[in-house]
């Protein structure tokens, strides 16, 4: 089963990227018929340029031949009836923050920033007090489940989080499952920290223990979920029924009102269009009372990231 981190990191995925350009302009990109227009604020979307400007990490694997552009973006929401979204610093460009930076700079009343800062860097709470006072509304951290993660356990933590707690700044994790027992430690030590947990934490649709470990968190009122990635999570063509046995779980557990819903454009692409990827939770949570579609729609982001709609 591929899911985000691997295929972010998988060579083998270059050849599916490489036909996102044509993909992302196709007709499928058009607004799905709705009979209503609800109030959309996607929570995930990653933007990226290839001005030197703003030039990429070492090493960076950007895919090929996709427009990530925040242009391309206002078109793509305005197509699809999203209002505003939140834009997630994406790992191309490491810890240099200024494009996304300059994109809040620009587009002021569309979007809010979640920066990016290096964990093992001991200068980072300031780093984070900076990248505040600039405008960005939250801080993401990617522990991944190797060695080269386990800096989430380490002395670093405290200054970090603790700074994120004064500055009332919300941590947003990337992590997979197998991480959330640690960073549990984490949210006790700091109870009234906002904490999004990205992707539903990827859990795996075989390994139920996954799951529970992410359903374990619900206990901390101040942590929230993203019910991104059902397209990465399942084994079945759109609109992944299989996947909505994990979502309605963690619906139970958390509530409408610590969930939000996001595309992920554009990593998203290989599985889904942006219009599709709307239309997934804009269409097909039909299981759930409209009062909870709405929160999960717009309100819980609202809470965690205002947009003074």
């Not at 990530?68 to 929401?77: D, G, I, N, Y």
């Not at 929230?224 to 979502?247: A, M």
């Not at 097909?284 to 717009?298: G, S, V, Y």
Request: net charge neutral; hydrophobic share 40%.
């Amino acid at each position: 089963m591929m899911t985000r981190r691997r295929f972010m990191s998988s060579a083998l995925a270059l050849p599916a990227m490489g036909a996102i350009g044509a993909l992302a302009s196709c007709s499928t990109e058009r607004p799905l018929a709705t009979s209503a227009k609800p109030l959309l604020i996607d929570s995930h979307v990653h933007v990226w340029t290839t001005d030197p400007k703003y030039p990429f990490a070492v090493g960076a694997d950007v895919p090929p031949g996709v427009d990530a552009s925040a242009e391309r973006l206002l078109q793509l929401m305005a197509n699809n009836g999203v209002s505003r979204t939140v834009l997630i610093q994406v790992i191309h460009y490491k810890w240099d923050n200024s494009y996304l930076a300059d994109v809040l700079k620009r587009y002021p009343d569309k979007f809010h920033g979640v920066a990016r800062v290096n964990p093992t860097d001991p200068a980072a709470p300031d780093h984070v007090s900076e990248l505040t006072a600039q405008g960005f509304r939250g801080i993401r951290l990617s522990p991944g489940k190797g060695p080269q993660g386990d800096w989430i356990q380490g002395p670093l933590m405290a200054p970090l989080w603790s700074r994120c707690d004064q500055l009332k700044v919300p941590m947003t994790l990337l992590t997979p499952a197998i991480r959330l027992p640690q960073i549990s430690k984490l949210i006790e030590r700091y109870p009234d920290l906002t904490v999004v947990i990205d992707h539903m934490a990827d859990a795996a649709l075989d390994q139920p223990e996954q799951i529970q470990d992410l359903l374990a968190l619900a206990r901390y009122p101040n942590v929230y979920v993203k019910i991104s990635h059902l397209w990465s999570l399942s084994q079945q063509p759109y609109p992944f029924p299989d996947s909505f046995v994990l979502l309605k779980k963690v619906y139970d557990a958390f509530g409408p009102k610590r969930l939000m819903w996001g595309t992920d454009h554009p990593i998203c692409l290989p599985y889904v269009t942006y219009a599709q990827a709307v239309s997934l939770y804009r269409d097909h949570l039909d299981f759930m009372p409209l009062a909870d579609r709405e929160e999960i729609w717009h309100g819980t982001v609202q809470r965690v990231w205002p947009f003074g709609l």
